[in-house]
Structures are given as C-alpha cells and as structure tokens.
C-alpha cells in the first residue's frame, strides 16, 4: 500500500519503519528534515518536503505527533495534509490529542471525501519499536476495516471503539486507570518503607492477589530506587490529564482523584521531574 | 498437629476445615456455639466452650476473629487463649489487625515461653473456601518456619516479611494499593460511560497494558452493572483504612490519596453500601 506517516519522533520514527517491513511504500514527512533523511537511509524510505507532498503520494497517511496544536500544523496548515491528499485517502491520527479536534478532523475530512480515525496508542517507545503497541480507533467502522491491515504493522491489539474521538477517549480512561493505580503504588511502596518493612517480601506478598497490577510488576523496583526513567513523561502525561478533565467538564464525570494527582504530577515537575516518567509520583511523597 | 481454630466467621470456618482435610486434630471455638457444632459435624472436628479450653488442647492456636478488640478477649480475657495455652506453643493471629496489638502480643506471649506471629490474610472469602489464601507473617523467624507446612492447609503463596507487626503492615500496603487502583478505575469507568463510549470496547483495549489490573480484570463488568456482592466489604475497607492511616500518622507516610478514599468510602457507607465490596466507589460518582 502507498502510506505516508508525518512526524518522526520516539514513536512515529520506528512505526514508520515497521510499515516497511510489512512491505508498504512509505514516504515520511518530518519537521526536522536531518531527522526524515535517517530514517530514509536507516529503512530505504522516500521523503517529502511538506506533509502534503507526503500525503499527495499516499493511500493512507498516518500522523504522530506532540498535541492538538502540532496536528493542526500538519493538516490545515500551508502545505499541510489536506493539502495533497487525495479523495477516496485515508487520514489516521496517532497522536493523543483532543476529542474534539478527532470529531472536528473528521468532519473536514468528510467533505473532502477523505476518511479520518483517531487512533492514540499505548504501549510506549518499546511498543512502538518492538511492533506490538496497542491502538484504540475511533471513527467509521469501514474506515477502520480498511486502516486494520495496515496498523497490524506496529500493533499487538487495535480495537475499535466507536465513532470519531472514541479513540481520544479510550486512551483517556487508560490515562484516569493509571494515575489512581501510581498514586496509590506510590503511597504504598512510601508507607512500606517509612514502616521499615523489607519491601521485596512485601511485593512478594501482594502482587499476586487484588492489589495486582501491570504498574507494581514492572514499576515498583524501580519507583524504590528512584529511577524514573522507563517511559512516558510527567509532561505527556499532563497534557493528557488536562485533556481528560476538560472533557470532564463537558461530560459531567467526576474524577476528584484524576484532578488530585494532575496536582501531584505538577509538583514533581516543580522537583524537577518534567522528564521522569509517570512512576515518579512517589518523589514528591519522599522529600523529607 | 494439634491445632486450635477460634472465630468461625466467613474466613475461619472453611480455613478450619481445611486443616482437618490435612491430617490435623483442630479443636475449634466459636462465640456463637450453634456455628461451632455445625463446623464440628461438618468436618468430624471438636469444639470447646472456651477460647481457653481449645488453646488447651493444641501445640498450634489460631485466631481469626474481627477487630483488635475481639482478638483481645478471645485472648487476654476471661477463658480467654493465654489462659490455657503451654509453653512452647504457638499462638498465630490471622485477624487484620492493628501492628501495635501484634507487637504487644508478640511481647506478652513470650513472656509465657509461647511464640506470635501476626498472620493477617488476603484472597477474600473465595480463597478461605478454596484453600487458596495469600498470608502476610510477622514474628520470629523460627516461629514461622516452625507454622509454615500448617498454613499450607489454606495457603496459596505464604511470605515472611519481618519482626512482629509486620504482617500487618504489609496487608496495610495491600490496602493502599488497592484504593488506588479501585477509585482509578471507578473514575475511569464513570468518565467512559459519562463519555457514551462502549466500555466493553475499551476494556478490551486498555486491559493488557500499563492500565491493567486485578481489579479491572476481575471487576469492571460488575461495577459497570452496579453489582456490589463480590467480597471483602467496605465496612472492614474502612476498618483496615482507619488503621492504616492511624499507623502512617506514628511513621509519617503521607497518604493523601489513600485518605480521601477512606473519605469516598465513607460516602458510599451513607448510601447505604456498608456492606457492599469495596468496588463500590463507583457508587458515590454515578448518583446524578
């Protein structure tokens, strides 16, 4: 299939890649031309000059980029996506952005007879570099059964949501999920040790039962140690806090401890933590 | 073994039981004695008319009663344990407890020449039947070498974690950590559907990542349908909270989050929900 993927950063760069060696033509557009340029020679690529240009030469063209501003840039700006992209294409947004921005986007889209998912991911630069991220798709139902075989590319799991921002919305619970399970590891691993317990024979205890969960078995070694560096940032990670209560606000939920621990992530940023990962929510209950 | 049972609640009767399935001869005690006789024919067991006389007639007593105060006169009382236990004996606590009860416990029974171990336990109601138990053990490391293959009768995975309370305070971990990853997915589950999202659909989606838990596994489906009947009842979530934050106030763990779910919990106890399980938090966020 003729594809083009538009923003090469952590995660864009190794999905683009994977898109070759599940035998597509991929031409990629990148903001950093060095950066396009690598990756061209690094997978035997094409680049273009301007998203359009990039998407003028695709069936499908794949976006991953830092929010809803950056996926303006690409596809309403000079040049942009919209631009170069032909009726009958494909338009798939990977970046976790706004589900407003996904319902607006796939309302322009539409009338240019383009078709638009959202479709965030979750799993990470690993995911993205092993292939086996998980993708969470909204949009229509025929878009999606066309995007599927392309996305198996990098994905382990793609599941289809909705209508357009479902996708936006789905990774927004992952988002609400994994602040109350960090924020309540973090109180635990820090009253463990303020209680001078031997905290291996602790997690020995508990990570098989009800208190189980993915962040404990890959985290808490390293939440201990105070080595925040396994992943997704604090920063990403208010982005999309900010995301979700704004669209709590529209929806009515009540996510008192969502908003709780948006706070207590900006106060590790004041520690310094920007760049840490979402496990060092424990920092700020460590200072003495 | 000659062992002694005491409290035959929904925990103790089928643990009792499966002591006698592995070859011990437990003589148990029950404050109600109706519930005694009937676990005595069920299991071809003995019973005695006080705590003393069971502890009397066992190298090995356990107690498994509800709160520190019945643990206290199912012991220190009148006919109480330590009235009729031996030297050399071994007294084991499964009560979620406080670790200042375990550590005077510990104290006063070696006094008398007989070894404690607090023995708090995890797995809910379906372990206790299923013999499939995690247990949390504080105390003197020989002690616990010494009640290791008797626990095995209702042990799925037993842990040693340190000196006498520190079973206790590991199950507090546990607790911690489960507030978090229960008021999360409450939050989240609440947003999806304040959101009109198919929650089937993101569960599959989000389930086997970082967002992954116990709990979303094994409850989000019953909390979406507003089931509440699964297990370890907010009334004891409140208890082992309360104690929790008791402890945390002597070792200056800052438990914020863990302190305002003990806060929603006591929301969902005036809606009527004492007795619901602890995924109930959903309860107070889908009033209208």
Redesign the interface.
């Known amino acids: 299939m003729r594809m083009a993927f538009i923003g090469l950063g952590v995660m864009g760069y190794p999905m683009a890649g994977h898109l070759v060696k599940a035998g597509h033509e991929v031409t990629v557009y990148n903001r950093s031309q060095d950066k396009a340029a690598a990756w061209a020679t690094a997978f035997a690529g094409k680049t273009a000059a301007t998203p359009g240009a990039a998407a003028a030469a695709a069936d499908v063209v794949c976006v991953c980029v830092g929010n809803d501003d950056d996926v303006r840039a690409v596809i309403f700006g000079t040049d942009g996506a919209l631009a170069g992209i032909s009726p009958g294409s494909l338009l798939i947004d990977h970046t976790t952005a706004s589900?407003s921005l996904a319902r607006e986007l796939h309302a322009v889209t539409g009338q240019q007879g383009v078709g638009f998912l959202d479709a965030p991911v979750?799993?990470?630069q690993a995911g993205a570099e092993n292939g086996a991220l998980?993708?969470?798709v909204g949009g229509d139902r025929h878009d999606y059964d066309r995007a599927e075989p392309a996305l198996a590319a990098y994905a382990?799991?793609c599941?289809?949501?909705?209508p357009a921002g479902?996708g936006q919305?789905?990774k927004?619970?992952?988002?609400?999920?994994?602040?109350?399970?960090?924020?309540?590891?973090s109180?635990?691993?820090?009253?463990?040790r303020?209680?001078?317990?031997?905290v291996d024979?602790?997690i020995?205890?508990?990570s098989?039962?009800?208190?189980?969960?993915?962040?404990?078995e890959?985290r808490w070694q390293t939440m201990v140690n105070g080595e925040f560096e396994f992943g997704?940032a604090v920063e990403w990670m208010r982005k999309d806090l900010g995301m979700?209560l704004d669209?709590?606000g529209r929806?009515?939920?009540?996510?008192?401890?969502?908003r709780?621990?948006d706070n207590y992530y900006a106060e590790v940023q004041e520690l310094g933590g920007n760049r840490w990962d979402t496990s060092s929510l424990i920092a700020r209950?460590e200072r003495t």
């Open positions: 589900a979750s799993g990470g998980t993708i969470m382990r799991a599941q289809y949501i909705g479902s919305l789905a927004m619970v992952n988002q609400i999920c994994i602040a109350g399970i960090v924020q309540g590891l109180e635990g691993l820090h009253f463990a303020r209680a001078g317990l031997d024979a602790v020995g205890a508990i098989k039962g009800a208190a189980q969960s993915w962040q404990m890959n997704f979700t669209e709590a929806n009515g939920a009540r996510l008192d401890m969502t709780l621990v209950l």
